[in-house]
């Protein structure tokens, strides 16, 4: 057998790492990655009921090791408590369904860089798990695997409860997994490449995307909440409504792994936010982190960026579900068809037409004046739609479709019924 130390100096100091080096590099960052992505999983628990306790004016957990070992007691209890079946459930479907929910989650990792590549002796070495050149189709192909299980939990349970709770998550995720894909072809336009490297170094040469496509992100976060199942889209598990919706059977740590489905894709869309319009790993303001030399500082650096931003958006996510009150369910069906799928095609439209145009006049791709084009073109796009279009009418959850019109006939015809004012005092 090869000692280690060997085995890495195969390659030499060349370009492309040797087989040998590629493999060893490959199995190093799937144990550090899959390594943090559970640890951090289980942390955000913890995260969820800090936040909310501190939100909330009170103290969270802070009795098993001051709070920090409450996700360890967490999961202990869920090892050791007892599994339970439905008499009249479907069992391989059954125990099937929390890992169809969780895996995909995971496996989009593969292909999201989280920091600059390390130029070792032994070559280059990129910091993805999988640099695949069709990265960002990778990700919505394997996004859109998790609502298999959150149904196949829903019918296999046999109970009438999680019936409907995986119901409503198909026809959300559907319904958001359109507008999100759609708010994503203005970022392809811009990067002319699918690959996720490609488009990271985009936008580390010119502008991050956020400043140039505001309303594609707009409607990316929103397609974000509602693709996890987090408040305020949470409807698949309404507890006043639906028990626990597609969970209501399960125990132990197949219940366990609903939940760790649900922060797993919460970090995942939080990365994608971070690489699809917040530059990825880039440190802004320098491109000290994208030219040679690749050196290992510049990776440690790059990814420290890169968790920051995965991080503030993890934080959102908390900050969102103590804050805003759950839709209705006509509400979130119809913000999803009625508006973000129009939105997110004329949209698509407007950017296509807005680079054909500076193309035309002969802008450059890159240079300052085809972004400053694209970023009047975004300020003109966000007035219209948040002061013009919108102005909290269409967005908000206590938005009532009735018009003022039909508002004042139903007050007409029920105030005949009301009892008399009670008279002032004095009269």
Wanted: charged content about 10%; proline content about 7%.
């Amino acid at each position: 057998m090869i000692p280690m130390p060997a085995l890495l100096q195969i390659a030499g100091p060349t370009t492309e790492p040797h087989f040998g080096v590629w493999l060893v590099a490959t199995l190093v960052k799937l144990i550090v990655i899959f390594a943090l992505y559970m640890v951090g999983v289980a942390l955000f628990t913890l995260a969820e009921r800090k936040v909310s306790a501190w939100m909330q004016d009170r103290h969270g957990p802070n009795r098993v090791g001051k709070g920090w070992l409450q996700p360890i007691a967490d999961g202990l209890k869920n090892f050791v408590k007892e599994e339970t079946y439905p008499a009249a459930a479907n069992l391989p479907l059954f125990i099937l369904a929390p890992v169809l929910s969780f895996v995909p989650a995971f496996i989009t990792w593969a292909v999201i860089p989280f920091a600059a590549p390390w130029g070792s002796r032994w070559g280059i070495i990129e910091m993805v798990l999988a640099p695949m050149p069709v990265g960002f189709l990778f990700i919505l192909a394997i996004s859109s695997v998790g609502v298999y299980g959150i149904v196949i939990a829903g019918w296999s349970s046999n109970n009438k409860y999680a019936l409907l709770g995986g119901l409503r998550s198909s026809a959300q995720m559907i319904s958001y997994e359109i507008a999100m894909g759609m708010s994503t072809i203005p970022v392809l336009l811009l990067a002319g490449n699918v690959s996720m490297a490609k488009i990271v170094n985009q936008q580390a040469f010119e502008t991050w995307n956020v400043l140039n496509l505001t309303v594609a992100f707009f409607i990316f976060l929103i397609a974000a909440f509602a693709e996890t199942n987090r408040l305020p889209f949470d409807l698949p598990e309404a507890e006043q409504e639906l028990i626990a919706g597609y969970h209501t059977e399960y125990s132990a740590m197949k219940f366990a792994l609903f939940f760790m489905a649900e922060y797993s894709n919460m970090l995942t869309a939080s990365a994608l936010m971070a690489t699809l319009f917040f530059g990825g790993w880039d440190i802004p303001f320098t491109l000290w982190d994208n030219v040679a030399p690749h050196t290992g500082l510049k990776t440690l650096l790059t990814f420290g960026a890169f968790a920051s931003k995965t991080l503030f958006f993890v934080f959102f996510f908390m900050w969102i579900r103590w804050t805003l009150p759950r839709f209705r369910y006509d509400q979130l069906m119809s913000l999803g068809w009625k508006f973000l799928l129009p939105l997110s095609l004329g949209y698509i439209v407007a950017v296509a037409t807005t680079v054909l145009a500076l193309d035309a006049v002969g802008f450059a791709r890159g240079s300052v004046p085809f972004h400053a084009g694209l970023i009047l073109m975004n300020l003109a796009a966000v007035v219209i739609l948040f002061n013009i279009v919108d102005r909290g009418r269409l967005i908000s959850p206590a938005y009532s479709r009735l018009n003022r019109r039909d508002l004042d006939k139903l007050r007409a015809v029920s105030a005949p019924h009301h009892a008399p004012p009670l008279p002032e005092p004095g009269d």
